[in-house]
């Protein structure tokens, strides 16, 4: 299958990369710089330069023959609410869209917990869920198969491959960012919670037994 990673040098992305690639797939690494490329390409993917904040002609043509898309890119809260609002929300939308129109089957969504019930997260962070939901909603209603993945606090330690899934309603939770990137290998490479939208974060089910009950 060929997969086209949003953010491949971000620390998700360059987590999800290799594992992708092991798992038998053609991999497109999307970067922002050229000084990412490298890291994509001896994990085996190919990294492609796109600016997600405004070249659509670019988005396109990485999108166009691909059977999957992960969005891993993301703004930094440090960087402002109108850098999020160019790239989490205009940037993850005008993405979806082109994926849809080319045919795209199945599209994974990164988004955060909290992003589904913006009201009870701490107001510093409305803003930028408020742009991480619309680009859920846009995933969802794109008619792709969508996979909407809401993971808590993201950290560097060493992944556990054990996690707790849940529709909704999720309370605080902590999860490692290569226990992001296997759940999101995962799911592609099993075929499973299409159109389907969770929060995440560790826990003590495996990861293929926790996407399987869903």
């Known amino acids: 299958m060929r997969v086209v990673v949003f953010g491949a040098g971000g620390k998700v992305g360059r ?3 290799p594992q992708l690639v092991e798992a038998g797939h053609e991999v497109v690494g999307v970067i922002h ?3 990412s490329g490298p890291g994509v390409a001896a994990s085996g993917g190919t990294p492609v330069v796109v600016d997600l904040e405004g070249d659509v002609a670019a988005v396109r043509e990485v999108l166009t023959g691909a059977d ?3 969005w891993s890119a993301g703004a930094d809260t440090s960087t402002g609410t109108e850098h999020s609002d160019r790239l989490d929300r205009d940037g993850a939308q005008r993405a979806i869209a082109a994926g849809a129109e080319l045919g795209v089957g199945r599209w994974i969504q990164i988004s955060s917990l ?6 009870s997260a701490p107001p510093v962070l409305q803003h930028f869920l408020g742009n991480k939901a619309a680009a859920d909603d846009a995933a969802r209603a794109s008619g792709m198969a969508a996979t909407v993945v809401r993971p808590g606090g993201l950290t560097d330690d060493e992944g556990t491959g054990l996690v707790s899934i849940q529709a909704e309603g999720m309370g605080h939770g902590m999860v490692t960012r290569t226990d992001v990137a296997s759940v999101i290998a995962a799911a592609l490479t099993n075929d499973v919670a299409r159109d389907m939208s969770f929060d995440l974060a560790t826990g003590a089910t495996t990861i293929d037994e926790a996407l399987r009950a869903l």
């Open 114 to 119: 909290y992003a589904d019930r913006i009201d």
């Open 15 to 17: 987590l999800l990369v």
């Open 68 to 70: 999957a898309a992960v």
């Open 33 to 35: 710089r050229e000084a």
